[in-house]
């Protein structure tokens, strides 16, 4: 199978290998009109995509910091029950005191111990205001990802329509695109794949139009135009780098014959009434 391939490569004329560029960028381009059809859409469902996942994310942190802020109060408020335990306990060791001394020392336990509560009920109430800032945030992000829900589902739906709407054309295109492909020889198709990774527009080889590129629309050189249509060499566009083809090279050998008799006989009879003028003002 490689032997034969590689056989038809080294038989294959550059007309040919022309030929088969300019089908295979024929066949690129009516997949290229096929995704146009869908538009921004596939981004816009991917940036859909990101938005809501990036708000679940947000969602879930706030969530998980709520529940801290929860766990720190009830841990406050075991605390402040502790505290009140133990002033109550301090408070009744102060009536059966010895001396001063220990009054003094249940004193201070007992100050310290209302500290501690106050200290505790100051961040419980911290604690509340950031869970109601945080649950602010939350509730907006959840109307805000339900709207953005509805978007998704409403673009995807657009799109799936358009897929299915194109998506047998695309397939057999892209099958067509493979073939062909299988007929080049593999460094002139890495070498056109490139150029049209490149291409703005997709287009990695032209047509010369009014003696001009039909990629960049810089002119053309009469003596390049003739090589170019004598197909002889695979010639590039100087200027974008496109490859370059003669606007003929869909026709046939024998639609080409055709054309250049057509032609010639146009330009002869053209050419008749003049030389009639010519004669009739020398007689």
Do not use: W
Not at 105 to 115: A, G, V, Y
Not at 265 to 271: G, L, R, T, V, Y
Request: charged share 40%; glycine share 4%; net charge neutral.
């Amino acid at each position: 199978m490689a032997k034969s391939k590689t056989k038809k490569e080294v038989n294959a004329s550059v007309e040919e290998k022309l030929r088969a560029l300019y089908n295979l960028q024929k066949v690129n381009s009516n997949i290229d009109n096929i995704k146009k059809l869908r538009g921004e859409l596939p981004l816009e469902v991917q940036d859909l995509e990101d938005e809501l996942a990036g708000l679940e994310t947000r969602i879930n942190k706030y969530t998980e910091e709520i529940d801290t802020f929860k766990q720190d109060i009830a841990e406050k408020k075991n605390k402040i029950e502790d505290s009140n335990v133990l002033i109550v306990k301090y408070t009744e060791q102060q009536n059966n005191v010895r001396n001063n001394r220990e009054f003094d020392s249940l004193s201070k336990e007992i100050e310290f111990q209302s500290l501690e509560i106050e200290l505790c009920e100051k961040r419980i109430r911290e604690a509340k205001a950031n869970i109601k800032s945080k649950q602010d945030i939350i509730d907006n992000s959840a109307d805000n990802f339900q709207v953005r829900k509805d978007d998704l589902l409403h673009k995807k739906d657009e799109l799936d329509d358009i897929i299915n709407e194109t998506q047998k054309d695309e397939e057999k295109l892209g099958k067509d695109a493979i073939k062909i492909e299988g007929t080049i020889e593999e460094r002139l198709l890495t070498a056109y794949k490139r150029i049209r990774a490149n291409a703005r527009n997709g287009l990695s080889l032209v047509t010369v139009e009014r003696d001009a590129c039909g990629g960049c629309f810089n002119k053309i050189p009469p003596q390049r135009q003739l090589d170019i249509r004598s197909r002889k060499k695979i010639i590039v566009c100087e200027y974008c780098g496109r490859i370059l083809v003669d606007k003929d090279i869909e026709l046939s050998l024998g639609e080409l014959e055709a054309k250049l008799i057509a032609d010639a006989e146009k330009a002869k009879a053209e050419e008749k009434p003049k030389r009639r003028r010519k004669v009739k003002e020398t007689k």
